[in-house]
């Protein structure tokens, strides 16, 4: 073993995921945090880069279109969990390891607990299978900090379905599971708080998106106070 890469040893910026189930605010929030973090009036300008998975890079927003749309749900749960691996890995490749090299601060939209939560705890996929696809896709580059945005899977869904219907789209392959399949989500995301709370904090996600705003920018001064822009902001 060589130990780990010097882009790890070194994280002068941050890496950031956001978790949780259908609609339950993970876009917004990361819009919010994003400006928050951007616009430090104590330590000037920062870079943040917003990214989400599956997709993130060229090459990864393609499979994105291919699993999202269902092709792989007949081939069952581990084909999808592999896709969502090769998604991953050319998104850590082309756009998280270079931006946290830089010193930026990546926010990204899911990423492998979305794997154990969606095809693992879920899908029925055994967590030492997933365990060892993380291992050799993510290897070192796991997130400083995880915040799930938690909230009954009835509200995510109606949220989610509101949105579709505004935009027009039909709900993708996890969206249209059965109530049970995102019951199954909501207790597995907790599950993975309460199994690693050092990197983990659970947000309330059913109050108003500005009281969320303001628990994840809480929970991102608490546990990287060097990203936080100012002490009175986070208060
Ligand atoms: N997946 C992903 C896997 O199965 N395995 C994996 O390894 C990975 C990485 C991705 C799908 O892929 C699966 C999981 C997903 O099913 P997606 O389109 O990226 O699909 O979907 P989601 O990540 O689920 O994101 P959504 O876009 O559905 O929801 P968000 O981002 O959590 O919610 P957001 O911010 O878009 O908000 C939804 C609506 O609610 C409103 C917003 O305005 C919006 O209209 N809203 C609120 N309303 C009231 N109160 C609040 N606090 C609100 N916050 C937002």
Same mark, same amino acid.
Do not use: N
């Given at each position: ?12 910026? !941050? ?22 973090? /951007? ?22 927003? /393609? ?24 998604? /991953? ?34 899908? !029925? ?11 050799? *896709? ?22 989610? %379905? ?10 993708? %392959? ?26 983990? *904090? ?34």
């Amino acid at each position: 073993m060589t130990g780990a890469p010097a882009e790890v040893l070194a994280r002068p910026g !941050g890496f950031i995921t956001f978790e949780g189930g259908e609609g339950a605010g993970k876009s917004t929030q990361i819009t919010r945090l994003a400006a928050w973090l /951007r616009a430090g009036p104590d330590r000037g300008p920062r870079e943040v880069v917003t990214t989400r998975e599956p997709g993130g890079s060229p090459r990864a927003e /393609r499979i994105r279109a291919a699993v999202l749309s269902g092709i792989a749900k007949p081939h069952g749960p581990f084909a999808e969990a592999l896709m969502f691996a090769a998604a /991953r890995l050319d998104h850590l490749a082309t756009l998280i390891r270079p931006s946290l090299a830089r010193g930026a601060v990546v926010l990204c939209d899911r990423f492998s607990d979305s794997t154990r939560a969606y095809q693992g705890a879920a899908g !029925g996929l055994e967590p030492e299978t997933l365990a060892a696809l993380e291992r050799v *896709v993510v290897g070192p580059t796991r997130p400083d900090l995880t915040l799930i945005l938690d909230l009954p899977p009835e509200i995510g869904l109606a949220r989610a %379905r509101q949105r579709d219907r505004a935009a027009a789209v039909t709900p993708d %392959r996890f969206e249209a599971e059965a109530l049970e399949f995102h019951q199954r989500l909501r207790a597995a995301f907790r599950a993975i708080a309460e199994a690693e709370p050092g990197r983990c *904090v659970v947000i309330d996600a059913q109050q108003p998106p500005d009281a969320v705003a303001q628990a994840v920018r809480a929970a991102v001064a608490a546990r990287l106070p060097h990203l936080a822009p100012g002490v009175s902001d986070a208060a």
